[in-house]
């Protein structure tokens, strides 16, 4: 069997293993949050509409440890100023070589190797049929990730996928993400983000998102530190969707600045 048939298996092998591990398996840690921002430079949404500008996101995101490696999600639930609005989540469980095997795989700056998979839910409010890849979507990933080992980083992570595209043709992704906590004097910050580049295919072009937040832990100045944080969101999205810039008479690279309110229970 081929590389890229075998992934599709392999993907959806990695996005069933942590249920059929729930059995037996151990929660070293978990977080939840909710996060509001708003923003007024995004560029194109999926129906490649030209007056999305504005709009208000709400996400819900899960991260938990386990003893067989690490699960993250999140959903964002986008409402746009043209009226559209779209529930977009994606599932990424990861399988540690290392606490599967029950030994260290840790080597130089690599602290584990892991099997990465990741599923793509797309679903938008789309009456006129007008979506560039449909109004449902399912996407899914699967390839190896590394933790990293770096001066400062409570986490950088690197994961290298093959994306098995339902509406689009296949292609490569590289993902990065980091969290780096630090001080100024006696107030907390916190910068994190990811960044996801992706392959041109032969309809679609390469493309590169990077997508930070700074945030000030303002939970702290009142005994609760990590639980409220306010501050910015930041997208430098290049290509947006693997749409070249001035494709269809749209501007596809997003400079975005969002206000953001962060809440960890």
């Avoid at 296949?170 to 990811?194: H, I, K, M, R, V």
């Avoid at 690279?253 to 206000?259: A, D, F, S, T, W």
Wanted: glycine fraction near 10%.
């Amino acid at each position: 069997m081929k590389l890229t048939k075998s992934l599709p298996l392999l993907a959806s092998g990695l996005l069933s293993a942590p249920l059929s591990l729930c059995a037996n398996a151990e929660t070293l840690w978990s977080d939840n949050s909710l996060t509001a921002l708003h923003g007024k430079d995004y560029k194109v949404n999926y129906s490649l509409s030209s007056d999305d500008s504005t709009r208000n996101v709400l996400t819900f995101e899960h991260v938990s440890g386990h003893s067989w490696g690490d699960f993250f999600m999140f959903a964002d639930y986008l409402s746009s100023e043209d009226g559209s609005k779209e529930l977009y989540t994606e599932l990424s469980p990861r399988l540690s070589l290392g606490k599967l095997g029950g030994r260290e795989l840790g080597f130089g700056p690599i602290k584990d190797i892991l099997l990465a998979g990741q599923l793509e839910l797309g679903n938008m409010d789309d009456p006129d049929g007008l979506t560039a890849t449909g109004p449902h979507f399912t996407n899914k990933l699967a390839g190896v990730g590394f933790d990293l080992a770096a001066p400062g980083f409570s986490y950088l992570q690197a994961n290298i996928y093959h994306r098995n595209n339902e509406a689009r043709a296949d292609n490569e992704q590289l993902t990065l993400a980091w969290g780096l906590p630090f001080t100024l004097g006696s107030e907390a910050f916190l910068y994190d983000g990811f960044l996801d580049w992706a392959s041109a295919s032969r309809d679609v072009h390469a493309s590169m998102n990077v997508t930070s937040q700074l945030k000030w832990d303002i939970g702290a100045r009142v005994g609760k530190p990590k639980k409220l944080y306010v501050g910015l969101e930041y997208v430098h999205w290049n290509d947006k969707f693997g749409i070249k810039d001035g494709s269809f008479g749209v501007d596809s690279n997003e400079r975005n600045i969002n206000l953001l309110l962060k809440y960890h229970f």
